[in-house]
């Protein structure tokens, strides 16, 4: 009569595997919880955080057909920090000094000025001051007449608080083309005057958030 062998007392091959894939199934299922602490749905890990904006400010873009500026031009001068100016008093004519910049002196048939203006902090401290563009004006003089200024057809004027420090020039960083028309606020979309030119001279002065340019800068149109 044949005996069957005896039992060992080790499990089966078929016992292992099954120890096996539960062993796996609970470290996914402990990775999963893991994972979902660290990443979950909707939280600010999800979402790139809104980078603080280096202020580039332009005084205005380039004007439409009318001459005055369009859309809503950024005004914060070049290289000053925006914001954080609650803790600095407000800049003042005392120390600060506006200057109007034209990219050239003499212009010729057809081509059409670029404008600019620069601050700059003579104090010894750091001043806060409004350079959006609700506080800044572009103005052409021709002689004594006032024969354009920025403010007349402007869009959706805005603030912009920004610190200059202590000696620091700021300066626009793109400029207000001008078309070389009369511009007025009854002429806002219609066509403008051309003003004259062969030789003509012009001065530009320009002002921010109250305090004007020292001089004028003069220039020519062919």
């Given amino acids: 009569m044949s005996s069957s062998a005896p039992d060992s007392g080790r ?7 099954r120890r096996r894939l539960f062993v796996l199934l609970g470290l996914v299922a402990v990775i999963a919880v893991i994972v979902l602490l660290i990443v979950q749905p909707g939280s600010t890990s999800d979402v790139p955080k809104a980078s603080v904006p280096v202020v580039t400010p332009s ?15 950024s005004a914060n001068p070049s290289g000053a920090p925006a914001g954080g100016g609650a803790s600095a008093p407000k800049c003042t ?11 050239k002196g003499d212009y010729a048939a057809g081509e059409k000025p670029q404008l600019r203006m620069s601050i700059t902090n003579t104090g010894s401290e750091a001043c ?3 350079a959006g563009t609700s506080k800044q004006s572009f103005t052409i003089l021709n002689g004594d007449n006032k024969v354009w200024t920025s403010t007349d057809c402007q869009v959706e004027p805005s603030d912009q608080n920004s610190v200059i420090e202590s000696g620091q020039t700021v300066q626009s960083a ?9 511009s007025s606020a009854d002429t806002c979309e219609g066509n403008r005057d051309p003003v004259p030119a062969d030789g003509a001279s012009y001065q530009l002065s320009v002002s921010i958030d109250g305090i004007k340019s020292t001089n004028a800068k003069r220039f020519v149109l062919e």
């Fill in 59 to 73: 005084d205005t873009a380039s004007p439409g057909a009318s001459g005055a500026p369009s859309g809503n031009p």
């Fill in 11 to 17: 499990p089966s091959k078929q016992v292992y595997a």
């Fill in 174 to 182: 793109d400029a207000i083309v001008w078309d070389r028309t009369r």
């Fill in 128 to 130: 806060t001051i409004n």
């Fill in 93 to 103: 004519s005392k120390v600060i000094v506006v200057s109007a910049i034209t990219d």
